[in-house]
């Protein structure tokens, strides 16, 4: 057997759900599977102990998690409203020179139609 082979069926080989003996000789003599063996059992001991513990919080930990989340809320709705206005300033900017060009493009015709032909 290859190492490759080995190393998909070691769960089945510790877990004790299919014993096979071609695996087990491999692994006997095999120093790069054993490690793999060993390895693969030391992550399952520390899965089961993380099975049996869990963590307490700290004492106001939700409460400040809860200010953090409301500052966070608070900040981006400020954001959104001054990009808001941002915007309604840049369109009434916008909006007021053209007009302002408009109106100089109506003044200069209306200036040159006012003046007499020479001739």
Avoid: W
């Amino acid at each position: 057997m290859r190492c490759d082979e080995v190393a998909a069926l070691l769960p089945a080989l510790v877990d004790g759900d299919a014993r096979n003996l071609a695996v087990e000789r491999h692994v006997e003599s095999c120093i790069r599977c054993q490690a793999e063996l060993a390895r693969y059992r030391r992550l399952l001991r520390t899965l089961q102990q993380l099975r049996t513990r869990f963590l307490e919080p700290q004492p106001g930990y939700l409460a400040e998690t809860l200010v953090a989340l409301e500052e966070v809320a608070e900040r981006s709705v400020i954001r959104s409203a001054l990009s808001g206005k941002r915007l309604a300033f840049a369109g009434a900017g916008t909006a007021v020179a053209t007009a302002a060009a408009t109106a100089a493009v109506l003044i200069a015709r209306s200036r040159r139609r006012a003046l007499p032909l020479a001739g």
